[in-house]
T-cell receptor, first 113, second 113 residues
């Protein structure tokens, strides 16, 4: 069974631009969560989706948004990029809603210049 | 969600057994203990999960005392490839309320030849 895939793997953007990251969960998984990882703040929860509905949102500004499609694939968007948005963005998928085993993708490394 | 405390770093040599202890004094009755492993620039990977006593799988053992206020991840005969950050998390895996995982700072395990 294929794992969680994230595209693109690497991205360089300029301040003020916007970016869209994509996550394809493991087949059959209906939950997708997003995390931001930086050296200073560690792994921080962004939001989670289940059956196309956002169920929970972390403490990030409104520039960070996401959505989930009917095939469970998810996208996150960051508008008006700031230098501090440079990070590794990870998505995780799971069958349902629980804090049990989740499967993480390889991440998208975003660099904002 | 219960807060966890782990050593920031540990050193070991190849072939040794490594024990990483996590403190979670405020663990709730329904909370389980889960450990993840993360290599640089990759997503975390589930290692093991347990509720009480001892759990063992092909890569690690998890020891949880009766009061459940701490847990110990045991890695037998580590190799250089076990050099990674190890995260201890606690949460209700059957509560169905959220997928949100709260990662602490983790323990950086450095294995030397």
């Amino acid at each position: 069974k294929a794992g969680v895939t994230q595209t693109p793997r690497y991205l360089i953007k300029t301040r003020g631009q916007q970016v869209t990251l994509s996550c394809s969960p493991i087949s059959g998984h209906r939950s997708v969560s997003w995390y931001q990882q930086t050296p200073g703040q560690g792994l921080q929860f962004l939001f989670e989706y289940f059956s196309e509905t956002q169920r929970n949102k972390g403490n990030f500004p409104g520039r960070f948004s996401g959505r989930q499609f009917s095939n469970s694939r998810s996208e996150m968007n960051v508008s008006t990029l700031e230098l501090g948005d440079s990070a590794l963005y990870l998505c995780a998928s799971s069958l349902g809603i629980s804090q049990g085993e989740q499967y993480f993708g390889p991440g998208t490394r975003l660099t904002v210049t | 969600l219960a807060k966890t405390t782990q050593p920031i770093s540990m050193d070991s040599y190849e072939g040794q057994e490594v024990n990483i202890t996590c403190s979670h004094n405020n663990i709730a009755t329904n909370d389980y203990i889960t450990w993840y492993q993360q290599f640089p620039s990759q997503g975390p990977r589930f290692i093991i999960q347990g509720y009480k006593t001892k759990v063992t799988n092909e890569v690690a053992s998890l020891f949880i005392p009766a009061d459940r206020k701490s847990s110990t991840l045991s890695l037998p005969r580590v190799s250089l490839s076990d050099t990674a950050v190890y995260y201890c998390l606690v949460g209700d895996i059957y509560g169905g309320a959220t997928n949100k995982l709260i990662f602490g700072t983790g323990t950086l395990l450095a294995v030397q030849p």
